[in-house]
Structure formats: structure tokens, C-alpha cells
């Protein structure tokens, strides 16, 4: 599942409407079709759908994704990126940590902005023999992490979560 996927599912999630519009919705999303063709879909595949968005966040209420390790390296739409956890050291300079602490006021619209303001676009060099960083637009980074998979963005949403429940009381006069 990836990080657009997961946000409009939340939102959609989020609905007070009847369950049964929410799931042909939830099961859109997922497959990429509009409500028309879902309700077409034969009953079966639409239950195994459904029981497969419902085992995915009941891996999200379990806390399996806490026992897994944080991923330091990510690719998303082709591409390799370096994830910087340590706001406190380069390349996440002091207009980076801003960007995050004012995304970090709503982790779930703005993952895959915080994602772009901690995450470093590498290439490989030959000269080199190794990868190397280059310089990338921030939204041309944001686009490329909303089609990243959210298991891998999950450890960087809850901690900048709680760096920003931390910090911002603190900063306050």
C-alpha cells in the first residue's frame, strides 16, 4: 500500500457514511477503479478485497509494524532515497526541521511532505563507485514519496509524530 493510498483510506475511514459506500470507496482506492466498476465486481473478489484493506489495518491496530526495523534506504517510483532520522545533523538543515515541525501538525495529510523534507535522492556514479546525493525540488520528492510504500514511511510518521507532540509545547512561551 502506498502513502496516497493509506491517506485517502484514513479519510475515507474517517467518513460518517454508511459502511457499505465506505468499503466500495476503500476497495476504489485500491484497486484504482471508480465506484461504477467496483459495484460491478463479482462478490467474491470485492469481500477478498475488503478482507484484504481490513488484515492490513489490523497489522497497523496490532503494532506489528512497531517490532519491524526503520528503513534507512527507500525507492519510490524508481528512484533511491536515503531516509535522515538526525534532524540535528546535515543534509537536514534548519529550513528542513521547519518543514517538518509544520507538517508535523498533521502526520497523516502531510506524510509524504515530511518523507520529502527527511529524504535525500541518491544515483549511482561510476566515476565515483558509489551513490551520490543530488539536488531535487521538494515537491518533485513529495510526488515521488506519495507512490512510496507506507510500511517504510511508518516509522518516520510516528517518530516525527512525537518529535513535533514534544517539542512544540516546549517552544512555547
Known amino acids: 500500500m502506498t502513502i496516497l493510498q493509506f491517506q485517502e483510506l484514513y479519510f475515507i475511514g474517517q467518513d460518517k457514511s454508511f459502511d457499505l459506500d ?3 470507496k476503500m476497495v476504489g482506492v485500491v484497486t484504482g477503479m471508480t ?16 478482507r484484504k484493506i481490513t488484515d492490513y489495518f489490523d497489522i497497523l491496530g496490532n503494532k506489528t509494524l512497531q517490532n519491524t526495523v526503520p528503513m534507512q534506504y527507500i525507492i519510490a517510483k524508481g528512484r533511491l532515497y536515503k531516509i535522515h532520522y538526525r534532524v540535528d545533523k546535515l ?12 507538517y508535523g501538525e498533521d502526520v ?4 509524504h511532505k515530511i518523507m520529502a523534507s527527511i529524504c535525500e535522492p541518491l544515483k549511482w556514479s561510476w566515476r565515483k563507485f558509489k551513490f551520490i546525493h543530488y539536488k531535487r525540488e521538494h515537491i518533485d520528492i513529495a510526488a515521488d514519496m506519495e507512490a512510496a510504500n507506507f510500511k517504510h514511511a511508518y516509522h518516520c510518521a510516528v517518530f516525527f509524530y512525537i518529535l513535533w507532540r514534544v517539542s512544540m509545547p516546549l517552544t512555547q512561551p
Open 108 to 111: 497523516v495529510t502531510n506524510l
Open 22 to 24: 465506505k468499503s466500495v
Open 91 to 102: 543534509p537536514i538543515n534548519a529550513g528542513n526541521y521547519v518543514e517538518v515541525m509544520k
Open 35 to 50: 465506484p461504477d466498476k467496483v459495484d460491478k465486481i463479482p462478490l467474491k473478489r470485492f469481500n477478498r478485497i475488503c
